[in-house]
């Protein structure tokens, strides 16, 4: 069974900072995806990565399959980023395995 | 085009009850997979279906079941409801099994008094 750890586990910062948070597994994978949770429930899907990096607007992530280690990026953090960002991998017969998030505030 | 739609969005049941969760996925997709969230336990994987059969299981006990009709939609059911089942339960789809892509729900809040 994979286990995934998620650092920091919660994470305060000013507007316009640079965040990164980071993602460590256990065992080989088949795709890696960062979630964006906000309070009420809703999850989107914001990167499913198999290999190097990908951006889209402000938010980058990257993966090191040697490394078993993913990160994800926000450049010029806004306070609407605030939310929980959560980690998850997939690969086996146990569909997708999560990280327990990190719990991001930006202040304006 | 329509997102993954779950219903009901809340529900308050007793002890011992059971429940039936509901879950139709992004038209085209034929891959749907059961999530329970708690604050304590995080996010875990129920069980996943394509094409009408389960393919995965996580590790819950057999009063957690779960099954898809023809047309892709899915449907979960508790027996025998307990405290400790109160949680928010997600759905997500996705056009192939392991193909990713993932489209989740918004979640049907269970709460067991």
């Known amino acids: 069974k994979n286990e995934v750890e998620q650092s920091p586990q919660n994470l305060t910062a000013q507007e316009g900072e640079f965040i990164t948070i980071n993602c460590s597994y256990s065992?080989?994978?088949?795709?890696l995806h960062w979630l964006q949770q906000h309070p009420g429930g809703g999850i989107v899907s914001l990167f499913m990565?198999?290999?190097g990096k990908k951006k889209h607007g402000r938010l980058i992530a990257t993966i090191n399959i040697q490394e078993k280690h993913s990160s994800l990026h926000i450049t010029a953090s806004h306070p609407r980023d605030s939310a929980v960002y959560i980690c998850?991998?997939?690969?086996?017969?146990?569909?997708?395995?999560f990280g327990k998030g990190t719990h991001l505030i930006i202040q304006p | 085009k329509a997102g993954v739609t779950q219903t009901p969005r809340y529900l308050i049941k007793t002890r011992g009850q059971q429940v039936t969760l509901s879950c139709s996925p992004i038209?085209?997709?034929?891959?749907v997979s059961w999530y329970q969230q708690t604050p304590g336990q995080g996010l875990q994987f129920l069980f996943e279906?394509?094409?009408?059969?389960?393919?995965n299981k996580g590790n819950f006990p057999g009063r957690f079941s779960g099954r898809q009709f023809s047309n892709s939609r899915s449907e979960m059911n508790v027996s025998t409801l307990e405290l400790g089942d109160s949680a928010l339960y997600l759905c997500?789809?996705?056009?192939?099994?392991?193909?990713?892509?993932?489209?989740f729900g918004s979640g049907t809040r269970l709460t067991v008094v």
């Open positions: 997500a789809s996705t056009p192939l099994q392991g193909l990713g892509g993932y489209t």
């Open positions: 065992v080989g994978i088949s795709a």
């Open positions: 990565l198999s290999s």
């Open positions: 998850a991998v997939e690969g086996g017969a146990d569909g997708l395995t």
């Open positions: 038209s085209g997709h034929r891959s």
């Open positions: 279906y394509f094409s009408e059969t389960q393919r």
